[in-house]
């Protein structure tokens, strides 16, 4: 029988596309392949549409690949649309997307599609207009005042100060572009003369067109965002558990980054109040969607005052998708897991759409044909007492959402600050930060390590850094028995210490950095002798950074002396030694690697930064930093990186996958005149976050990032000796 066919519509014309990437990625991750044919299809920002091929799917940043498109993706023209698809999953934000215009064409073109029809999408966009209607009706909103362009060109910072005044609006006040999201435009001035500069940044924040800006009073009291969905069964709406939303002490409202980088902020669900004032917030949530006319998903943005007043600020006809979105969290709550939310969303629309009754008929057909599987029993552990606890609690996460349902029973455990493990459910699987899970636990979830072997049959480390990757976690495994990822006890000891590794790898004939251990001790006991060393043998610039460390944690470029001096100090607050290496010039490069005996190195991509040293934000913050998969190098120059890489990654006796960072210089760059490769370090355990490199890499040569991590537990049952034929042969074997 067909499966349907869903599009899902990300990327788009506003300057929330890197967010629209990110959401349509989590959702081509979890649609329910059982049921759907996933069909991603990518608009670039000047409105051309593309079925986008899966090694580019899992890019950091639109501009990875954009470039590529032209040559390597199917286009399509709007009009062959209902050929192609029988359903949109619309994931796009902001303008031409969340404001009717999308939703128009798709009318027009009879194609059924998720969430709210023209008028209410468009209305829920207009921040303007939006807050008048609720207002009218008796729903709370912000005092302010509206600023067309040709009056914000108009005045100056004192008539601007004189109009607030007269319209009773006092400063701190919130700035925002009157249709977008994401934050994107929005300030909160504190000082008279930032406030024209922060309205001309909102009016101009679209680079395509200047738009209205709100100036309105900062409420004050606790910030929640609450998801209500739709029961179409009964055609009622469900507001889920809200979120309550703490930004970060140092900040004045919850910006980009403390959106979507891992870790950040801090978001309680459900929210530190009473189940009365929780009540109240769904109640006024459902009150919005209905006066709006949005239809089967809504996510609703508010203030709850210290009188208990409820006061709404940002009404949404479509939520952002991300792997740890607002959306998950809470549904999570009422143990909803990401993909039964987006088959419940799909359901809704096709219900009303008359659709629904062939999808349930045929699925039921497939469930028959799986009911006689017997199940790989896999552990994923994740979060641990390292400085990468959250890039391992999003890799965690990420892993767990791989794992085909139909070969493997999962059992996900955090690791805490103790190394203690934790069974974790769904609700709290999809938090923010490990600190919140932390806060969370509870004694009845603890597994002994010693009932590890009685429970799984495989353990999925996805840890990094600490007693995650340096061979204790791996001791561990081996003494009891288990099969795991990644290398051995001893090279992931030997990788996890840069100056140790690199050293052995010198002694293997192959380019590394030259550099230098400092302990604490010696430090003080003679640091400027130690400077003077750095200075004649390594020289400046040079890069400092823990020798034992990863995710770009306390590394600096240092230029003089006294930078020397600073940085040491400040990394010896929490380190007791310091790697201070050369600093190297060429192409940056990180190349994964998969296999045991016999390695092959995927194609490199080369990390582009705006920065020194790349960043955190680059790394893990959707649209920051670049990976260019391939790097762009001669045909040559690569499989030369891959021979080296391959070769560094069988003397180190590396297992499974790791991920080397290195750079590429041409014989000019090269201080010997030679085409050269230097190793810089060896990840035995890389990130596996959603869109992490290696998986862009793995997607270069026809490896899906499900078939990825498959391939990395088949390495792991081989480097073990068990050799997997398939999920119910190896059940039979080791009665599973």
Not at 105 to 111: A, P, Q, R, S
Not at 247 to 268: L, V
Not at 403 to 431: A, G, T, W
Not at 720 to 727: D, E, L, M, P, W
Request: charged share 20%; hydrophobic share 40%; glycine share 6%.
């Amino acid at each position: 029988m067909q499966k349907l066919r869903v599009g899902v519509f990300m990327g788009g014309k506003s300057i929330e596309k890197e967010v629209s990437f990110n959401s349509g990625r989590t959702v081509c991750d979890h649609l329910d392949t059982s049921r759907y044919e996933v069909i991603p299809i990518f608009q670039t920002a000047h409105g051309m549409l593309y079925v986008l091929p899966l090694h580019f799917l899992h890019r950091g940043k639109i501009s990875d690949f954009e470039h590529r498109l032209a040559q390597e993706a199917e286009p399509v023209i709007w009009d062959n649309l209902p050929k192609l698809v029988d359903f949109v999953y619309i994931c796009v934000h902001g303008n031409y997307a969340e404001d009717g215009v999308l939703q128009g064409f798709f009318e027009v073109l009879g194609i059924p599609y998720l969430g709210s029809k023209v008028l209410s999408s468009a209305l829920s966009m207009n921040k303007v207009m939006q807050k008048e209607i609720l207002h009218a009706h008796g729903i709370a909103v912000p005092r302010g005042i509206t600023l067309n362009p040709h009056e914000i060109a108009a005045l100056d910072n004192a008539q601007l100060i004189t109009h607030l005044a007269k319209n009773n609006i006092q400063l701190p006040c919130v700035v925002k572009p009157y249709k977008e999201g994401s934050s994107l435009g929005v300030c909160v001035v504190w000082h008279q003369d930032e406030l024209l500069g922060a309205v001309q940044h909102a009016c101009t924040i679209n680079p395509h067109k200047q738009q209205t800006v709100l100036i309105e009073e900062k409420v004050v009291g606790m910030e929640f965002s609450c998801i209500t969905i739709t029961d179409y069964k009964t055609n009622t709406l469900i507001p889920l558990p809200p979120t309550e939303i703490v930004p970060e002490d140092d900040s004045h409202f919850f910006d980009y980054e403390q959106k979507y980088m891992p870790g950040r902020a801090t978001k309680n669900t459900p929210p530190h109040c009473s189940s009365a004032i929780i009540k109240k917030i769904q109640d006024t949530c459902v009150q919005v969607m209905r006066v709006l006319g949005i239809t089967n998903i809504s996510r609703i943005d508010g203030f709850v005052t210290a009188d208990e007043q409820i006061i709404i600020i940002d009404p949404n006809s479509l939520s952002g998708m991300g792997p740890s979105s607002f959306v998950f969290r809470e549904a999570a709550e009422i143990n909803i897991s990401h993909t039964q939310l987006i088959n419940h969303l799909i359901e809704t629309e096709l219900h009303a759409y008359g659709m629904l009754d062939a999808l349930v008929q045929q699925e039921q057909l497939q469930q028959q044909e799986h009911t006689m599987e017997q199940k790989i029993r896999v552990a994923v552990l994740m979060g641990g007492n390292s400085n990468e606890k959250e890039i391992s609690l999003e890799s965690g996460r990420n892993v767990v959402y791989k794992l085909s349902p139909h070969k493997y029973e999962v059992l996900p455990l955090f690791v805490d600050s103790n190394m203690c493990l934790f069974h974790i459910n769904q609700s709290l699987l999809v938090r923010n930060s490990t600190k919140e899970i932390t806060s969370l636990l509870q004694e009845s979830m603890q597994v002994a390590w010693h009932d590890l072997p009685h429970l799984v049959d495989f353990v999925f480390i996805a840890l990094h850094g600490g007693n995650g990757e340096n061979g204790a976690i791996q001791g561990t495994l081996e003494m009891l028995g288990l099969p795991y990822n990644g290398s051995s006890v001893l090279t992931s000891a030997l990788c996890m210490d840069k100056y140790k590794t690199t050293q052995f790898l010198r002694s293997q004939q192959f380019d590394v950095p030259n550099s230098m251990i400092i302990t604490h001790e010696e430090w003080h006991q003679n640091h400027n002798l130690l400077i003077q060393s750095i200075e004649h043998t390594i020289g400046f610039p040079c890069i400092v950074k823990p020798h034992n460390d990863g995710c770009s944690v306390m590394v600096e470029k240092i230029n003089t002396s006294e930078e020397l001096t600073q940085h040491i100090e400040s990394l010896f607050a929490q380190k007791n030694i310091a790697l201070v290496e050369e600093f190297i010039t060429g192409m940056e490069l990180t190349v994964g690697v998969i296999g045991n005996e016999e390695p092959r190195a995927l194609p490199p991509s080369q990390a582009v930064t705006t920065h020194t040293v790349l960043s955190m934000q680059e790394k893990f913050l959707p649209g920051a930093g670049e990976n260019q998969t391939p790097a762009p190098l001669p045909t040559q120059a690569l499989q030369l990186v891959q021979q080296t890489i391959e070769r560094a990654y069988s003397a180190l006796q590396c297992k499974g996958y790791a991920r080397i960072d290195c750079f590429y210089q041409t014989a000019t760059q090269s201080p010997t005149r030679q085409e050269r490769i230097i190793i810089l370090e060896v990840n035995t355990l890389p990130a596996l976050t959603p869109a992490t490199c290696i998986f862009h890499q793995a997607l270069e040569v026809g490896i899906k990032p499900m078939d990825f991590i498959d391939k990395i537990i088949e390495f792991g049952m081989q480097e073990h000796g068990i050799t997997i034929k398939s999920a119910t042969a190896l059940g039979k074997e080791h009665n599973i």
